[in-house]
């Protein structure tokens, strides 16, 4: 059903109802980089640090709560917003009573202008200073209490308010974006996405920092704001910035996340507890229900990734077709009813007031350095997908209401997921909208396992009398998966039978099924049912349009010899630079059930799509759902179509400054009969002098009047066979780039 503005007499009353009871109930507004974002760069930089998926998940968890417990005021259940507010959200009884000591730290760790002087660089000279000594003591704490998923919640937390800077002030613009200049780095030779400590402070002193909520600059705007007021830069689409500037500033927010990550270790200084803590294992499950209910209250309230709140009366600014009302109140009912607060919830609340309320003496770059994000830059490259458009005509919901889809992705190992478009059964993502997207960082000599796009089973049941079977047919490809060879509503492996099989392999690739895994091809039958045997003629199998086996059986598969192996095959699934992407389009049903599936494949038994992207290139196509392969009834979801598009966003690291301009005279000649010199520098030289003094000793003067970049002069002089020493620009009159390379000399074999 639309959380919009449903079609249906039911979907307009719910409507209806949740605009009255809502509008001032519950709608949190957020001026960071908004959930998706944050949370995916977390994990991103935690991974990639070294961390396995449980830690980063707590850090995502521990990121997430950062904004939660920042916009009480607008939180039914955390004890701070009108009664009013709790009554309409169904928090009474129900809520947490967060301590002021929990929401003033949250609310004064975004990097905005809640810090002093935040309209100068000075402010956040002072704010970095400050949040790197409270997280160096507290750091030290955890360090004695040797509490690695305190630890978890430190690096979360702190990495909210150190990817805030990025997407709150001009920091990571270049000049000229909205009325006032930004410091333009890559014009000082920093490149596009230095971070903070990766400049000098005396160069950083000498610029215009300022955040977006600053009195008298761009304020931080909001959906439709443009950049000539705003500086927001919370999600891909932001109408303050270009594209190219959201990639910057989510690049430089990643490597000042594994800069930060990085200098938390080198301050703990304790690799046994660091290695607890980026394999800690515990509370799995619970961070991924802390995950799941930031991104359901976020997404239905408009701050996933952008796309727009839903409608209230005093959001004009804000309105799009992202956000929920019914839903936010129902996932914000779910989460704190139904989970409430986990160990991993419990244990961010006890470190947050190290935060902000807890003060500690400043540490300098001397205690507490943070080491260069630049050899970090220097091997990242990062691929991006976008999801361009979509029409899924039946992928609707019930009594005729528009869809409300979202796609997911998996790319090179991490999950991504968008937000949902309300009540749209198609969607192209028209201004102020913005595509799906997904960002992700790439080691550039990284290398991956070619995935499994698809695989085809063609099986000729033999012609001999009962060679039929109602039994089911599998193919195995190793020891722990095999699939099943089934088409719906269609008589199976029938005397005589010709049929090629698509194999559902749909959770498998998104599990990242690989073409190294399949070890062997093997056709197995099921125990033997009523009709007995079956008789396998032929079989021949194809991965990703290629065949890997193929044979003529003609063998009873029966009894205790059910299987054939086919011969010949070996296992080939060479790595290569092409980065695996699963990709998928589905409809959510908060009302209707469990959510629906769009096939947006092909084939048949299979809904969603697998590529294998080659960074540096583009990648666009366009996926339609089909039964290629089908019985009469296809399996599958419902059909839909998607664009996709895949690029690579190259990292632009500083350049070491150009040399010097400046001449540079030496001698490219230098005998008895003559010398030739020449200026190898990149300056005109002027005139100079060259000398040379023969053994005998007699000093000879060559007055040259100048020379052009790359220029020679020539001398014929005759000395015959003398020992003879010669200066270029001996008395000093060019300033060269080289002062070293002026002499020769001449020493004769034989007289």
Known sequence: ?????????????????????????????????????????????????????????????????????????????????PVLNELLGGAYGAREHWSKQLTESSYHSHFD???????????????????RSQVYWTTQTLKEQQDPLGLLALIGMSLHT?????????????????IFAAPGWDTLNFGLTPTWWDIPRATRDGQDVFTGTTPGHRVHGYFRDPASKAMAKDWPGAKAVNPNVFNNTYMAAYFASRQWIQAIRNWLNDPALWARTM?????????????????????????????????????????????????????????FKGVGKTPVRKKFEKILPFMWSIRFGLVDDTKAPIPSSQPIQAN?????????????????????????????????????????????????????????????????????????????????????????????????????????????LYDDFERGDDDTYSLPIDAAARAGLSIRDIRLLRIEKSSDGVA????????????????????????????????????????????????????????????????????????DARNSVVTAYYPGSTEQRLVKGGSAH??????????????????????????????PTAPDITFTQFEPSGFTVKNVGN?????????????????????????????????????????????ADSAGQVAESNEANNGATYAPDIC
């Open 1 to 81: 059903m639309p959380r919009g503005i449903g079609k249906h007499p039911r979907a307009a009353a719910l409507y209806a109802f949740a605009t009255l009871a809502l509008s001032a109930a519950f709608v949190p507004t957020a001026s960071a980089f908004d959930t998706a974002p944050h949370g995916d760069m977390t994990e991103s930089a935690m991974r990639d640090e070294g961390s396995n998926l449980t830690a980063a998940t707590i850090a995502r968890a521990d990121n997430w709560f950062m904004d939660m417990y920042g916009t009480s005021g607008s939180n039914p259940y955390s004890g701070h917003a």
């Open 113 to 131: 202008s809640t810090i002093p002087n935040a309209a100068t660089t000075k402010g956040s000279t002072d704010e970095w200073d400050r949040i």
């Open 162 to 178: 150190v990817q805030d800077f990025y997407a709150h002030t001009n920091f990571s613009e270049p000049k000229g974006i909205g």
């Open 279 to 335: 394999s800690f294992n515990k509370y799995a499950g619970d961070a991924r229900k802390d995950v799941r209910g930031g991104y359901y209250m976020s997404t239905y309230a408009g701050h996933w990734s952008g796309e727009g709140e839903p409608w209230t009366p005093d959001n004009a600014g804000h309105r799009g077709w992202g956000g929920s009302l019914v839903g936010a109140q129902q996932e914000t009912a779910a989460y």
């Open 380 to 488: 990242t490259r990062f691929v991006r997908y976008q999801l361009l458009n979509y029409a899924s005509s039946d992928l609707t919901d019930p009594l005729a209401d528009d869809a409300d889809d979202y796609s997911r992705a998996k790319i090179a190992g991490q999950e991504f997921i968008s937000p949902i478009i309300q009540a749209h059964d198609r969607f192209s993502f028209p201004d102020p909208y913005y595509p799906f997207t997904f960002i992700k960082p790439i080691a550039k000599n990284a290398t991956f396992n070619a995935p499994v796009r698809e695989i085809t089973v063609r099986l000729k049941t033999s012609d001999s009398r009962y060679a039929g079977t109602d039994d089911n047919i599998y193919l195995r490809i190793n020891s722990g998966q095999r699939f099943q060879l089934d088409k719906r």
């Open 532 to 603: 007995g045997g079956y008789k396998l003629g032929e079989v021949t199998v194809r991965v990703n349009g290629v065949q890997l086996g193929k044979a003529t059986v003609n063998k009873w598969l029966e009894d205790d010899h059910r299987s054939y192996t086919i011969p010949g095959f070996r296992a080939n699934g060479p790595s290569g630079l092409s980065v695996p992407v699963w990709m998928d389009l589905r409809e959510d049903d908060i009302l209707y059930g469990a959510d629906d599936q769009g096939d947006v494949n092909k084939f």
């Open 630 to 659: 089908g019985g009469r009834l296809n399996w599958g979801g419902d059909k839909a179509q998607m664009t996709y598009k895949l690029e690579t966003i190259e990292t632009f690291v500083p350049q070491p400054p150009p040399p």
């Open 683 to 727: 300056a005109p030289s002027g005139a100079f002098n060259v000398q040379i003094i023969t053994g005998t000793p007699q000093t000879f003067n060559y007055p040259v009047a100048g020379l052009a970049p790359g220029a020679s002069a020539s001398q014929s002089t005759g000395f015959g066979c003398l020992l003879l020493t010669g200066t």
